[in-house]
Every structure is written in C-alpha cells, then in structure tokens.
C-alpha cells in the first residue's frame, strides 16, 4: 500500500514564498510525480508535474517562473518551491503519483496525497 504525506502549507502575504512536501512510503518505483490544487468551489486544477529522472517538467502557465517542482528519489519525495505567491494562489495542494510521463491529467494518477492548504493574503 502507497501513502502519500504532504508536508508545509500555511499562511503567508503576497509576494511570500512556501515550499510543500510530498513523501511516498511504501513499494512504489519509477513514478511521475505531480501537484494539483483545489480552491474553494472551483474544479480541482493541474499545477505541475516531474518526471522519474527530474529530466522532464510541467507546469501550469500561471506559475511558471514562480514555482519550482523537484524531487529527491532517495528520499521519495516531492517538492513544490512556491515564489511570489498571489491571492489567486490560496487552494488546496495535493500531490500524486502516475506511472505514466508527467501529464496534466489528473485522472492518470494513482495516489494521492490528503492536500495542505495554502493562503496567501493581499
């Protein structure tokens, strides 16, 4: 059995920066990683993705140059680095985990993590 434990989160005022956390346990090997987001009453959305070797990424338009996926596979672990975070940045993160290459659909993920909120003030 997989788990996913996300990390970091909180409240911070725009412009701020935040880094979440995303550790896997378990037996699980050769997986993209990626992190969505869910604000209130909006559907959830793709923010970023990475592959197996860190070779690949994807992101979201609106925040790239902002934030930063990465991963360290001694660790099992996901990163998402969050700079000059905006208002329109307070959601729900959850990361996942796929086996397929880094991809923006969320129904190509087979775990997933329980979300950490992020809220950004103006």
């Known amino acids: 059995q997989v788990q996913l434990v996300q990390s970091g989160g909180g409240l911070v005022q725009a412009g701020g920066s935040l880094r979440l956390s995303c550790a896997a346990s378990g037996r699980i090997s050769m997986y993209a990683w990626g992190w969505f987001r869910q604000a209130p009453g909006k559907a959830r959305e793709f923010v970023a993705a990475?592959?197996?070797?860190?070779?690949?990424?994807r992101y979201l338009e609106s925040v790239k140059g902002r934030f930063t996926i990465s991963r360290d596979n001694a660790k099992n672990t996901v990163y998402l680095q969050m700079n000059s975070l905006k208002p329109e940045d307070t959601a729900s993160y959850y990361c996942?985990?796929?086996?397929?290459?880094?991809?923006?659909?969320?129904?190509?993920?087979?775990?997933w993590g329980l979300g950490t909120q992020v809220t950004v003030s103006s």
């Open positions: 990475i592959s197996w070797s860190g070779g690949s990424t």
């Open positions: 996942a985990t796929t086996f397929r290459p880094p991809t923006f659909e969320a129904l190509e993920y087979n775990y």
